[in-house]
């Protein structure tokens, strides 16, 4: 057969050039040794994966860790996964949470473009070469024609797939193709697979070390009717002309490893270095069960999770770098305060079974992170937050800087011996702080409303703002004493049918009336943010209702 007209008459562009040009428009790239250049290679189908930033975060340590190169690749050769707008959320994502590429969709690079639909023309051209060397056929089976290969392969209990006795289009003859052209059937351009499956052999996973691989014998589609490629053949190319020297990516994709062994093959290429990285798994609350972490059962699986609930993207990516080094906590304790870009990421130090997420545990580093930041930081932090999830009642707290600088000293402990770690997400201090911008609807008192209503007429008469704490409390005390309620224990183990309790309890009801809560900072402090006319008010306010 005349491969090289076959080639023409499947592939008939006039304007491909030959992979040689590519090779040469893309050359090795110059960088010292031991710089790995590293990618991320989503699909826009609009979701992100928390799984999608686990696998980001350890290729963007090790290339930059290494000095090397990392970059985004939009694999959007699938049009009918393609979502609207999801090449923004991608970038945004990864964005917020630390991720920065030095090349990629909408940055650029000398190896772009980055798009593979905007790549179309290379892929065309290698699998012309293909096609050329025999290794790419056209197969005209119809859609029914392969569902009924399916129903007989699992009848028979057969490996599903396109290859040999099934591979009915791999043997045609020259004049059978040119009576399917000429006939204008439609048409895909498989892989002409060489491998045999009784054949194993060692491959060595960056992260897994040496697994056992079959070789591949199915014929794959490389390019698909319209002409797009299949991710399979695209991606090998891209990683190739991109000159990716290494590829973390999720465990799932080892399946197709054969495939993309015999495509690197076949084209000439030498392979990048794979690591095929453990998937994140989570314990059922059902059952009890060890199960990967899944889109449609967890809310967690998103990134989008993250960001309504607040969570600070430092506790986010603290928390994936202690799943994916199991030596990052221990140097995480040692070094608080260092940033993760000075630990030494290691490869060998990735687990290579599942990495278990527990949200408790990501919220303790959240608490951490958050009780490190200063008050400026973490109001610049609810201010994002609420911009983008908060509601409009929240995101107008947030105009008056001074007094929120305020309110965030004293509920972070600010200055204190030891900080306060109240706050967990930016969604939950909105609702801690909320008392300081309006008062509690009903707030829920242990005392009865006459113990209630005297406690805060008592104290409120002889309230001034100017007291300093230890001025503010003798008056307390002098209240709680006056309405029997006693400062020790001997009062209450002569006649404890009286007992009323003692200033704690008249200090939980001034508490409990002007914020709604049983557990807050120092009260003293908050009467004095809230200012006296306020305090009033809402005295005044429950005095009035209870
Ligand atoms: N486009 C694939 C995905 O969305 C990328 C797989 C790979 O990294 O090779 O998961």
Known sequence: MDLNKLADALIPDDDLQPPAYYEEKYPPRAMKKGAEVTRLAPS????????????????????????????????????????????????????????????????????????????????????KELIRRGRAYPCFCTEEELAAVREKQTENKLLPGYYGEFAKCRDLSEAEIYQNLAANKPYVIRFRSEGDVEKKSVFHDEIKGEITVTENNQDVVILKSDGIPTYHFAHVIDDHLMRTTLVIRGEEWLASLPIHIELFKALGFRMPRYGHNCSIQKIDETDGTRRKLSKRKDPEASLVFYREEGYHPLAVRIYLMTLLNSNFEEWHLKFPDKPVEEFRFSIAKMGKSGALFDLDKLNDVSKDVLARLSAGEMADFLQTWAEGYGTAEQQSWLTDRDYLLQVLALCMGVGAKKRRKDFVTAKQAADVISYFFRAEENPAFRADGETVKAVLQNFMAVYDPADDNAAWFDKLKKVAGALGFASDMKAYKAAPENYRGNVSDVAEIVRVALTGRANTPDLCTIMRILGAEECRRRVAGVVANV
């Open 44 to 127: 826009p189908t609009g979701f992100m994966h928390l799984g999608n930033l686990y696998v980001a975060l350890a290729n963007e340590r090790i290339a930059h860790g290494s000095g090397g190169v990392l970059y985004l690749r939009i694999e959007d050769t699938d049009s009918k996964r393609k979502v609207e707008g999801a090449v923004d959320v991608i970038q945004s994502s990864l964005r917020y949470f630390g991720i920065d590429f030095d090349e990629g969709a909408e940055i650029g690079g000398e190896y772009g473009p980055y798009y593979q639909q905007q790549r179309a023309k290379i892929y065309r051209a290698y699998a």
